[in-house]
């Protein structure tokens, strides 16, 4: 079981600190437990006072789905780190498979398993930087988002077409979309033919059309804008 708090300079924004850790760190294998139903939510944290590279943690961890969850308060939303595909963010500060030390992070159960084990294979030598200018540009991937001028709340989704994705939710290409604990942010997201919302979706790019439902969500009456990136580099329709 997890527990998520919120933990910073004001109720609604944090401006950085050092923080400060007393005792011997975790080293070796850490083995935790997680929920045991499949498509279940776990909040894990980073146990080492070392970064972690998602990558090799995820191939020792193969009973969650190739991506994971981080709330951003820059955003007020969650933002992924997807590597169901090619491997990509939905922004925000999100921009690298790097989790740092002590961070927490969801993940979500593509099995009915309840292990996953943090190893010393997984740390990485240099903490990198999760703020960066530029995100990952693939070809046949559509950047939405959807957000307001009056408030810093913003939800950002991922399209993807790929020749071997399907209009049902699998775990190759997509990623459930889970609602911020801030009530007030908005949201864009790509609805399966079982009517599942996903903040990341992978369609099928051999289609002659292909109708897309979108369902965007406020709770704060006022003007809201939806961007859309990457158009000019749709070439599957």
Aim: one cysteine or more; charged letters at 15%; hydrophobic letters at 35%.
């Amino acid at each position: 079981q997890g527990f998520e708090i919120w933990l910073a300079t004001t109720p609604t924004a944090f401006a950085g600190g050092t923080p400060r850790t007393i005792g011997a760190p975790p080293v070796g294998s850490v083995p935790v437990t997680i929920g045991n139903a499949i498509n279940e939510y776990a909040l894990v944290g980073n146990p080492y006072a070392s970064p972690l590279d998602w990558t090799p943690l995820r191939a020792a961890n193969t009973n969650v789905y190739n991506y994971f969850y981080v709330f951003d308060e820059t955003t007020h939303n969650y933002e992924y780190w997807d590597c169901t595909g090619a491997c990509a963010s939905t922004g925000g500060k999100l921009t690298s498979g790097i989790i740092p030390a002590y961070q927490a992070f969801w993940v979500d159960n593509e099995t009915a398993s309840s292990t996953f084990t943090f190893a010393e294979s997984h740390k990485v030598a240099n903490a990198l930087d999760l703020v960066k200018n530029q995100l990952p540009v693939e070809t046949n991937m559509l950047r939405m988002k959807i957000y307001s001028g009056n408030r810093p709340n913003a939800h950002n989704s991922i399209l993807r077409f790929k020749s071997d994705a399907t209009e049902n939710f699998n775990g190759a290409g997509n990623a459930t979309f889970r609602r911020s604990k801030d009530l007030s942010s908005p949201s864009l997201t790509v609805m399966t033919s079982e009517d599942r919302p996903l903040t990341i979706s992978s369609l099928p790019d051999n289609r002659t059309s292909l109708d897309i439902p979108l369902t965007a969500t406020t709770y704060i009456p006022g003007n809201y804008k939806i961007d859309f990136k990457n158009i000019g580099l749709i070439t599957a329709y």
